[in-house]
Structures are given as structure tokens and as C-alpha cells.
């Protein structure tokens, strides 16, 4: 990724943070199914631990990784398919 606003790189953080952080993970999973996501209680959770960014920083960040961690297949698996984001206006 080049050229990242700081939001992207909240994203970033975020992402590692899920990875090694099993409650967040319960949190951010709830809302989180049925093919979407609640893109303003993800940028909630985000704030909550002090990173600031944007349902569009989140899909930013989600389109030019290739890669996707295992926790993030989980949630797509989850998901039942395809994520759709429901950014409510973000």
C-alpha cells in the first residue's frame, strides 16, 4: 500500500489488534453477518480503542490487500459470502 492516510493506517493497527485480541474479535463478530457488515459499530469499536478512521478507510485498506488474515476469512465465512458494507452514511 502506498500513500495511506492516517485513517488507513488506523485500519492497519485495528486489523493487528484483532488478531492478538480474542474480546475484540467477539465484539467486532457481532456485528458482522448474514453477507454484511455494520460499518458504524466497526468505526465505533475503532474509536473505543483510540483509532480513528472511516467505513471508506476500512474498504480502502480491504481492496488493496490481497491477503486477508485468518480472523478476516473467518468473518467472511461467517458472513455467509461476499461482505457487503452497510456504512449507514460513512
Request: overall charge negative.
Amino acid at each position: 500500500m502506498t500513500d495511506n492516510s492516517a485513517g488507513q493506517e488506523n485500519v492497519l493497527k485495528f486489523r493487528s489488534l484483532l488478531e492478538t485480541n480474542p474480546a475484540l474479535q467477539a465484539d467486532v463478530e457481532q456485528h458482522v453477518g448474514n453477507g454484511s457488515w455494520n460499518a458504524t459499530a466497526i468505526v465505533q469499536i475503532g474509536r473505543d480503542h483510540g483509532l480513528e478512521f472511516t467505513a471508506n478507510d476500512i474498504e480502502t485498506v480491504m481492496d488493496q490487500d490481497d491477503e486477508l488474515s485468518d480472523f478476516e476469512l473467518e468473518l467472511v465465512a461467517a458472513a455467509g459470502g461476499p461482505t457487503q458494507c452497510g456504512n449507514d452514511g460513512l
